[in-house]
């Protein structure tokens, strides 16, 4: 009987610290700050030449960074916003990344980042 009662112990228990991962964390003035200057840059992104792409797509991708490593350092309790963020990351590096875009690539990609920082903020706002 202890033997059964200890199995399904260490069952629950696992299943838990699996299912922490998969609950929302908590409302941050700091990450609902940072998270509306991304979007922001994704809306108003100018894609007229390299130097003005460059400029956005290095902008996009400190300040991703920041969101990131802020969320990081907060613990494994935000780890659904690092989820969050993870496509717009690798929008924004593969941008970055990208010698020299042309003007058709660089709105490709803005239509893209402007859908993926749109609905980051709204998860990101509609926490408690």
């Known amino acids: ?74 613990g494994s309790a935000q780890k659904d916003v690092l989820r969050m963020i993870e496509p717009m990351k690798k929008t924004v590096a593969e941008w970055d990344g990208r010698e020299n875009p042309s003007k058709a690539y660089c709105e490709l990609k803005k239509k893209i980042i402007k859908v993926q920082a749109d609905k980051a903020a709204n998860a990101v706002h509609w926490r408690f």
């Open 1 to 74: 009987m202890k033997l059964i009662t200890a199995l399904v112990l260490s069952v629950s228990l696992t299943g838990c610290a699996a299912i922490q991962e998969w609950i929302p964390s908590f409302w941050d003035d700091n990450q609902s700050a940072k998270i509306i200057d991304i979007r922001q840059k994704a809306h108003n992104i100018d894609c007229t030449d390299v130097i003005t792409q460059k400029y956005w797509s290095s902008a996009l991708a400190r300040d991703i960074q920041w969101f990131e490593l802020y969320s990081d350092s907060k």
